[in-house]
């Protein structure tokens, strides 16, 4: 069955620190212990030289085994209450998702 991975881009509020960043992106990644169907998750800051992000300074990546984990995942509530910690200190986001054969 194809993987689903979970593209998150993050731009944050400016007066948000890096000590609060570290946290949330900390929550997201203790997802994959408490939702089940999650194959990998891993977060960081922009380190590309190209420049192209755009002012997104952070992002996530989440691996799910397959369309229906991804689905479940969603609107799990342990997901609902990272996914509302994140949008109180975000300027923007964008979500992407592939199915990768």
Not at 31 to 44: A, E, T, W
Not at 49 to 75: I, V
Request: a negative charge; one cysteine or more; charged letters at 20%.
């Amino acid at each position: 069955m194809p993987q689903v991975h979970h593209m998150v881009l993050l731009k944050f509020k400016q007066d948000v620190n890096d000590t609060t960043i570290a946290e949330v992106l900390q929550a997201v990644e203790e997802l994959k212990q408490s939702i089940p169907g999650i194959n990998y998750c891993s977060s960081g800051a922009y380190s590309s030289p190209e420049g192209f992000n755009k002012g997104f300074t952070h992002g996530f990546l989440t691996t799910f085994e397959s369309a229906a984990a991804r689905d479940f995942y969603l609107p799990h509530p342990k997901h609902e209450i990272v996914k509302n910690a994140l949008f109180a200190i975000l300027e923007d986001a964008v979500a992407f998702d592939f199915v990768a054969e």
